[in-house]
């Protein structure tokens, strides 16, 4: 394992550790919401992964609607929201300040790298060598400032839950209108599924399934109950479409990437190689349990709302629910799984 590899390995497993230990002695503690996230300064090998481009469109979208994201906060009992959310003015100022050094980084980086495309060419580039320098004392400066602020906004960015469509806390807009693209009926429905503003399409469509009326209600009812229920009963929230911003975990095998048929297309000019870490569907939690106990990390308690297919012969069918795990001492699975066929 490679000096970077360990650093990141580190790095993630304190963070986590010490999440989980003050999680099972505390209950005062707020609970880990996805912030699985390791800042592009401690590694240029992995930049790809830790150094992202960062699609400044969503960084807008963010910004924009902030009320919103703080409804989606809410609708799922995320106790730390008031955290992000007490001030409203300080975090757009944060958010316009990282869209701003992002701007700069990128168009410093350009700058750059165009210039020692000439100082190649050129037998007599003293003056190119100068320019070059202070272009790269700049880059160095902003970056400096970017990754300052990461520490603040990538963390919220990562714990931003899907968007749920439309409120239950709005009476009026229950209801919407839905125009079918292939029957031409006007049907009322309430869509059940999240939108995921980071990528091309959306886990739920108009091709997946419904829930109507008083279904879609009961339907957020009990994810409310049971999600307020699991962070009273110490479990901390693993969003699986989270962890996928955070293309931090290990998922697909690199052999067979290009046969992941749930794989997600990235809203960015990244190309498609960059995104073999991502990972959604059902093995999410799973994946994310296997990774804390590579780690040696044997305790805790965890959740999360996401989808799971069914694969038929002719569709993808996706099922939405809320799922929980306790990671245990593999000893003590075992002993546990025995007495249960005893």
């Not at 272009?135 to 970017?146: A, G, I, K, W």
């Not at 029957?183 to 309430?190: L, P, R």
Request: hydrophobic content about 30%; charged content about 20%; some cysteine.
């Amino acid at each position: 394992m490679s000096f970077i590899n360990k650093l990141l390995t580190k790095t993630t497993f304190y963070r986590y550790n010490s999440t989980i230990l003050s999680k099972r002695f505390s209950s005062s503690q707020p609970s880990l919401q996805s912030s699985l996230y390791v800042s592009a300064k401690y590694g240029q090998e992995l930049s790809r992964v830790l150094n992202p481009t960062y699609d400044v469109n969503y960084i807008n979208h963010i910004l924009e609607n902030l009320d919103t994201i703080e409804q989606s906060f809410r609708i799922r009992n995320i106790e730390n929201h008031h955290d992000y959310f007490n001030d409203k003015n300080k975090l757009s100022k944060l958010l316009n300040d990282f869209i701003q050094h992002l701007t700069a980084t990128e168009s410093l980086k350009k700058k750059r790298n165009r210039l020692l495309g000439k100082m190649k060419k050129s037998t007599n580039n003293e003056n190119l060598q100068e320019k070059y320098q202070q272009f790269q004392s700049n880059l160095v400066e902003t970056r400096e400032m970017l990754f300052a602020l990461e520490e603040k906004i990538v963390p919220f960015l990562l714990s931003i839950p899907c968007e749920i469509e439309p409120s239950i806390r709005d009476e009026p807009k229950i209801i919407d209108r839905w125009q079918s693209n292939t029957s031409g009926i006007g049907q009322n429905y309430v869509r059940l599924g999240y939108l995921n503003n980071l990528y091309t399409r959306s886990i739920v469509g108009p091709g997946a399934n419904y829930l109507h009326g008083q279904g879609a209600l009961l339907y957020y009812g009990l994810i409310d109950m049971f999600s307020h229920s699991l962070n009273e009963s110490g479990y901390i929230l693993v969003n699986g479409l989270d962890l996928v911003k955070s293309a931090l975990i290990e998922c697909v095998n690199y052999r067979t990437y290009y046969e992941d048929p749930y794989r997600l297309r990235l809203a960015s000019n990244q190309s498609e190689i960059n995104q073999r870490l991502h990972l959604v569907g059902d093995g999410s939690l799973e994946s994310f349990c296997a990774w804390l106990s590579k780690q040696d990390i044997d305790r805790g308690h965890f959740y999360q709302i996401g989808s799971t297919y069914n694969h038929h012969s002719d569709r993808i069918e996706q099922n939405h629910i809320i799922r929980a795990t306790i990671l245990s001492d593999p000893r003590e699975s075992s002993k546990a799984m025995n007495e249960l066929y005893q």
